[in-house]
């Protein structure tokens, strides 16, 4: 069995193994049991299927609807990027191929079954698994799976105690090992509020006469964004400058928070305040007119990294203004154009040209959906007993190692950091 699927983000060599050969055979292969709908975790399951895979994928209800929407875009989107590749003649393959394309994608969906939280599944005989909520995103969920009187929790990404959005994660449960995500596993976010650290950015570009550009993650951060600039100009923090929603996939994500209303923690009218806030721009010609904005406005654009989707045709021309502000609102992976232009990088390559980076780039601290190093041992607290090991990933090296130091020295318990492909026996 897998738990989740997804694909190779950053740096390029790590990109490079989505193109890789698996590390075993797809047809073999019983069951997926799927954390949550981002690409990082689900985004290798069109490949996986093409590969032979023909096994059930274990989902919870609202996973599921967002996989809907991420997957089918995430097909779409490579297959527009290797048709704009082989135009403009920029790739160093010839042709230009997408990973894997819409259709692909959508095929995949018919391999998956709904699971309700807290539900036991049997995955393959004699395997029994659970979902319990983590946080972080509607549907998110940490998978226990038990099998021969032994047990392993697979943590997810958890999210945050007090998200303003998304519920606080359930304590885990009791298992004999453990494998916990690390992204934050070395930094505390600031005590800071996402809402006043987006009013000031917003204040001090509209004062220059500029654009705000957010590359945004179309599924959570996009939602989380809408609900904080609603609130600021609701309350006259900000002015009643337009506000767009530049993502189809993130419209649809939106739309899905009046359905799973027991995830989160807004009121009806919040969340319809929510959906209100922005001009949604769903067409490629209706996102092209936002590049001949010359007055205050947001612009809320896919992806959460500036690697692909709209907003890096919108860097094009915002970018060299220096009226203008690049605000990031999540972590920025080693290797992706985000992390340059937050690290200070003074020029950027996009579709083969280099543009100057005029414009302010600012990067919200207080905005995660991830649990922090602090609030990760405190997730971890709350088990009934010590696992008998603990396998610490989903980070950076150094974030991984530093939780694990933690885990071992504060909690007592014994801890590692596995390598790519290593094989461990329970």
């Keep these: 069995m897998l738990v989740d699927c997804g694909l190779f983000q950053g740096y390029k060599h790590f990109r490079l193994k989505n193109w890789s050969r698996l590390p075993f055979a797809a047809d073999e292969v019983d069951a997926v049991l799927l954390t949550h709908a981002h690409l990082d975790h689900s985004g290798y399951l069109p490949l996986l299927i093409k590969n032979g895979f023909k096994g059930p994928i274990y989902a919870t209800n609202a996973t599921l609807e967002l996989c809907r929407i991420l997957l089918p875009d995430s097909g779409h989107l490579q297959e527009e990027q290797a048709q704009f590749a082989n135009r403009h003649g920029f790739s160093k393959h010839s042709p230009a191929l997408p990973l894997y394309t819409e259709q692909d994608a959508n095929r995949c969906l018919k391999n ?46 958890v999210g945050r105690p007090h998200d303003p959005l998304m519920r606080a994660p359930a304590a885990p449960v ?7 995500e690390s992204t934050y596993g070395d ?28 590359p945004t993650f179309a599924v959570g951060r996009a939602q989380l964004l809408l609900l904080l600039i609603a609130r600021l100009q609701a309350a006259g923090e900000i002015p009643g400058i337009p506000v767009y929603l530049d993502s189809p996939m993130a419209i649809d994500a939106t739309e ?55 907003v890096v045709h919108h860097l094009k021309v915002f970018a060299t203004d ?26 950027i390559r996009i579709h083969g040209e280099i543009f100057p980076v005029r414009a302010e780039v600012a990067q919200l601290q207080a905005a995660s959906g991830h649990a922090d190093a602090n609030e990760l041992i405190a997730w971890l607290r709350q088990m009934p007993a010590a696992p008998r090991q603990v396998f610490v990933t989903h980070g950076e090296a150094s974030a991984s190692d530093v939780l694990r130091q933690r885990i071992q020295s504060e909690l007592g318990w014994s801890a590692k950091v596995p390598e790519y492909r290593d094989e461990e026996s329970l």
């Design 256 to 310: 899905l928070f009046a359905r799973f209303g027991s995830e989160h923690r807004l009121s009806g009218n919040e969340a319809a305040m929510m959906g209100r806030v922005a001009t949604l721009v769903r067409t490629a010609e209706q996102s092209k007119t936002l590049d001949r904005l010359r007055e205050p406005a947001i612009i809320l654009a896919a992806s959460g990294m500036a690697t692909g989707g709209r």
């Design 112 to 157: 998956f079954r709904t699971v309700a939280f807290e539900e036991d599944v049997e995955p393959a005989l004699g395997v029994r698994a659970a979902f319990t909520h983590a946080g972080h995103l509607l549907g998110a969920a940490s998978v226990r799976i038990q099998h021969g009187g032994r047990s392993i929790l697979f943590s997810g990404d």
């Design 174 to 180: 009791a298992a004999d090992y453990l494998v916990v």
């Design 322 to 347: 220096a009226r203008n502000t690049i605000l990031f609102s999540g972590f920025q992976a080693g290797g992706t154009r985000g992390a340059a232009l937050a690290a200070g990088a003074p020029q």
């Design 187 to 214: 930094r505390i976010h600031p005590a800071c509020d996402a809402q006043s650290e987006l009013r000031d950015v917003i204040r001090r570009t509209c004062a220059r006469g500029g654009v705000t550009i957010i």
